[in-house]
């Protein structure tokens, strides 16, 4: 299946089909349940990473893009449930088959985990030397002394200045900044092979960001690792991924090469993302909206699940619900404008135009 | 739907918090009932000799005790000494200590550590010893009195709880509104009783068991209400010496008192679970 | 000849908070640290900086939620701490604020209704039928259902919440309101559907916003004029035009260029700044951020002196030795 316009549904890229991607997600689904019903948080989510890659998970609150993240680690929690039929295979190996003790020995020394608030995700009473050489130990028979050499050289590693004086401290002596270079350091000590990183700098200012994202770049380089982004801001994807999903609805709705997507979004939804955000290099104008609210997990509209909200819905869009639909090479959306592109005239102004 | 109904919601799918409401419901109705359902007079000794410790059976269902008295009617009415006390003198202690509280919340810094220096002085003294010294002293202390003593001697944790929570709240955000809406402290006050309200009910069914207890522990060393009026910890006292001779004299009014003070745990534990603000999305 | 609706001068706000293993010593937070500027009618403000720096309480300051320690807020020529209880409260019907966290600003065990109604009653602007046609009329203008009225926050998005709370200030009929990082806590597509709504007011009820945030784009997308602040003082303040294409301060370069642009052809050169701002209770020598500063003309004079905003260009003004 190579460059055709049916529905592809593994994206392998031509000449690819032999190697085993670094992690592959097939028809992932996690549900929860609630008072309502069962929400149906991630609902048939394919991905693939590839090794030393850099890809991006964008959505809003609520598109699943979190759930997905602890879905390959199988940290749903007691209630969350990960579907039969769901796949995740990391170099081949299906995680979900695996019993808890395997499981264990993935999560941070294959699999590393990074997450938004860095003051909640250390303890509050051990210092972070010690929480780091814990973190070796916990995969590595290497003694107590080893382990935190390996701490401190880690902790240099991430520009932690005076990191052997700094791992005598506590997560609360340290600033926002240093404690996600500590929770890097924590994450990549055992030179995990894939970094998943669910919004690593929005809690932190913009110039402690760019610090951050520095960071995460020359590590990348060093260490050869593949970063899952997970996050909502647009302009971190676009300056740091190679390759974007774009989630709604517990689905992917577009999937392309970053600059294949930002110069011509081919989903409605990623349109009117892009849109909606202020930017910095243009003068002020009004924001074009999407309007109305993502939908509960619990009721996903029938048919494509961005038609309430879709200034181009026609009734197909109302009925059926697309498949990922390829519109270019490497370039798939789940949009039937794919199909008909004719259709794609506004009822409203476009952009830029005041009504 | 209001923030009440959603805890009410969430109270009913909490089993042991519905067991233990329904319960202290039925321990409540029985109580009030005692005339209707109780088969003798709690006081009346109808025959001290020939009936005296008799084992449960068709007649007394509970048996007798040692004064040939029917035990399951004395347990029905022992229940309503312990409930009006464990009642009246939890949700007393919680409205003064809620009062304080709140006052104490919303004041200048100076009055409210006048305030709360009190209550650490009062929550130093030593609450049982003291209400022992009192009751040994008042011989015939009346019913009213043990409720008002108990109540006094017990609002200063409510009191506590409730001016921590006026604390917090009133450096949120929606307080600043109202403050920038114009809102006096009386605005703000008002913005806030809804929540105290909420934490003030869970103090207040938490307390009943612990006072029931008290009371009961009290009656027990043959303070307070005194015989013949029966009260579960009188009773358990005539029983000590018929342990194991006549186990029915003490066992029961043991017994509801477990069942009475648990019910009520639960029903606070859940309520706890229920209104908080926390689980509230 | 009116002046400003807004005139704040040398306004300072410090907090003393106790310090030490049994808090026997104290220490000064200087959140606010001098700060003069000036809004008209029908104008806005963009004030943009980091966490710490001070903007929320200079916001918080200037609707005297929180004690000056030094300066004076004038709003259309009256001096806001020299009026009484009674003054302050009439003053308060014309100054508003719309906060952040649209989760906690708004009682969660009180209706929208009731919540939009509140301005009305304690102003008595109006009872009654009259009151519940108001309640539904704000917020129709906002773009909520009249069905809101009963409902309770939990039942809301963040952005119907913002909206909610957006209602409730319009209630008094304000001629400012401080917004105050009012859609940092929103999605994309919702904060556009906010800012939007925000602008849409000002166009017709001629309002003047100060709009606080960290967010420079978003800053540059409502306002006009924009000042930057760093520990408790504005470092540039000036035409957004100006301040977007020719920024002078090192940390307003700094500020930008570690913004990341959602478009991944633009490749620019980051500035990394070193380190991470200093503590407002001990505040470096000389300029605040000679620390961090990577000008390369910064010497003993930096570090000694602290520098003046002045004018650079027409109404763009900067507090830096070495700007030009």
């Given amino acids: 299946m190579t460059g055709s316009a049916t529905p592809a549904t593994p994206a392998t890229p031509p000449g690819r089909e032999a190697r085993v991607p670094l992690l592959e997600l097939r028809d992932l689904r996690v549900t929860f349940p609630v008072a309502g019903g069962v929400a149906r948080a991630v609902d048939g989510l394919d991905l693939l990473v590839e090794a030393g890659e850099t890809v991006g998970l964008v959505g809003e609150s609520g598109c699943g893009k979190s759930v997905t993240a602890l879905a390959i680690l199988r940290l749903v929690g007691p209630d969350g449930h990960i579907a039969h039929g769901s796949s995740v295979r990391l170099e081949g190996r299906d995680l979900l088959a695996l019993p808890g003790k395997e499981m264990r020995a993935v999560r941070g020394n294959h699999v590393a985990l990074v997450f938004q608030e860095p003051l909640s995700a250390l303890n509050p009473v051990l210092r972070i030397g010690a929480q780091i050489a814990e973190a070796v130990r916990a995969h590595e028979s290497v003694t107590r002394a080893t382990a935190r050499w390996r701490a401190i050289e880690m902790l240099t590693m991430v520009g932690l200045p005076e990191a052997e004086r700094r791992a005598r401290q506590y997560p609360h002596q340290l600033s926002g900044g240093m404690r996600q270079r500590v929770m890097i350091a924590m994450a990549l000590v055992c030179r995990p092979k894939l970094l998943i990183a669910d919004e690593p700098t929005t809690a932190l200012d913009v110039t402690i960001q760019a610090e951050i994202l520095e960071l995460l770049a020359e590590l990348q380089r060093k260490l050869g690792m593949a970063v899952l982004l997970i996050t909502h801001n647009l302009g971190l994807v676009a300056e740091t991924t190679q390759r974007v999903a774009v989630m709604y609805g517990g689905q992917i709705v577009e999937e392309a090469a970053t600059e294949a997507l930002f110069a011509r979004a081919a989903h409605p939804y990623t349109e009117g993302l892009l849109a909606a955000v202020p930017r910095l290099d243009e003068p002020r104008e009004r924001l074009r909206v999407i309007p109305g609210q993502v939908p509960p997990a619990t009721s996903w509209p029938a048919g494509c699940r961005f038609h309430p909200r879709c200034p181009y819905a026609w009734e197909r869009c109302r009925t059926e619900a697309p498949p990922l639909l390829e519109a270019a090479p490497g370039h798939r959306a789940r949009c039937w404008l794919v199909e008909e592109p004719a259709r794609r005239t506004r009822a409203d102004a476009p952009p830029g135009e005041k009504p | 739907m209001s923030p009440w109904r959603l805890a009410w919601r969430r109270l009913r799918v909490n089993r042991a918090a519905v067991a233990g409401g329904v319960l202290a419901g039925l321990i409540a109705l029985a109580t009030i009932a005692a005339p209707l359902l109780a088969p003798a007079d709690p006081l009346a000794q109808p025959d001290p000799v020939g009936l005296q410790n008799l084992p449960p059976g068709a007649g007394h269902l509970l048996g007798t005790d040692g004064f040939s008295r029917d035990v399951l009617s004395r347990t029905l009415y022992g229940a309503r000494v312990s409930l009006a006390v464990g009642l009246l003198a939890a949700l007393l202690a919680v409205l003064v200590g809620g009062g304080v509280g709140f006052a104490a919340g919303l004041s200048r810094p100076a009055v409210d550590r006048l305030l709360m220096r009190g209550v650490d002085v009062a929550l130093a003294l030593p609450r049982v010893f003291l209400l022992l010294a009192v009751f040994a002293l008042w011989e015939g202390v009346p019913l009213a009195a043990v409720i008002l003593l108990i109540a006094g001697t017990g609002w200063f944790e409510s009191s506590r709880l409730v001016r921590a929570h006026v604390r917090s709240l009133r450096d949120s955000d929606f307080v600043a509104a109202a403050r920038a809406l114009g809102a006096g402290r009386a605005g703000v006050a008002r913005h806030l009783l809804p929540h105290v309200g909420a934490t003030l009910i869970v103090c207040a069914t938490l307390d009943i068991g612990n006072i029931i207890l008290l009371e009961a522990g009290l009656s027990y060393l043959g303070l307070g209400v005194q015989p013949p009026t029966p009260t579960w910890g009188n009773m358990i006292l005539e029983g000590k010496d018929l342990l194991f001779a006549a186990p029915w004299i003490a066992l029961a009014p043991g017994l509801a008192l477990l069942f009475t003070v648990v019910a009520f745990n639960l029903l606070g534990d859940g309520l706890r679970d229920a209104l908080d603000p926390r689980r509230a999305r | ?144 259902g009249a069905d809101a009225v009963t409902r309770y926050p939990h039942e809301f998005s963040g952005g119907q919440r913002q909206r909610a709370v957006v209602a409730r200030a319009l209630a008094v009929d304000p001629d400012f309101i401080a917004c105050d990082e009012p859609v940092s806590a929103l999605d994309v597509s919702v904060a556009a559907q906010v800012l939007n709504l925000l602008a849409d007011l000002q166009a017709r009820r001629g309002l003047s916003y100060l709009f606080v945030s960290h967010d420079l784009a978003v800053v540059r997308h409502v306002a006009p004029r924009v000042a930057v602040m760093y520990l408790g003082r504005f470092v540039e303040v000036g035409p957004a035009a100006e301040i977007y294409e020719r920024p002078k301060h090192p940390y307003t370069q700094a500020l930008l260029s570690a913004v990341p642009v959602p478009d991944p052809k633009t490749r620019r050169a980051r500035i990394i700044l070193a380190g991470d701002p200093p503590s407002p209770v001990h505040p470096p020598p000389g300029c605040p951020f000679q620390p961090r500063c990577h000008h390369p003309l910064k010497d003993a004079t930096c570090t000694a002196v602290r520098p003046e905003l002045r004018e650079l260009a027409a109404d763009h003004r900067v507090a830096c030795h070495k700007a030009d």
């Fill in chain 3, 1 to 144: 000849m009116t002046g400003p609706l807004l005139d704040v001068r040398e306004l300072a706000t410090h907090f003393t908070r106790r310090a030490g293993l049994f808090g026997t010593r104290t220490e000064t937070v200087r959140a606010v640290n001098g700060v003069s500027f000036t809004i008209g009618r029908h104008d806005t403000l963009g004030l943009v900086g980091e966490s710490g720096c001070g903007k929320t309480t200079l916001a918080r300051t200037i609707l005297r939620l929180v004690e000056r320690t030094a300066g004076e807020v004038r709003f259309d020529g009256q001096d806001l701490f020299a009026l009484g209880p009674a003054a302050l409260r009439r003053m308060r019907r014309r100054m508003q604020i719309v906060f952040q966290d649209p989760y906690a600003s708004l009682n969660p065990r009180m209706t929208i209704g009731r919540a939009v109604r509140e301005g009305l009653e304690i102003h008595e602007l109006a009872r009654g039928d009259a009151a519940d046609r108001r309640v539904v009329e704000l917020l129709d203008e906002v773009g909520l």
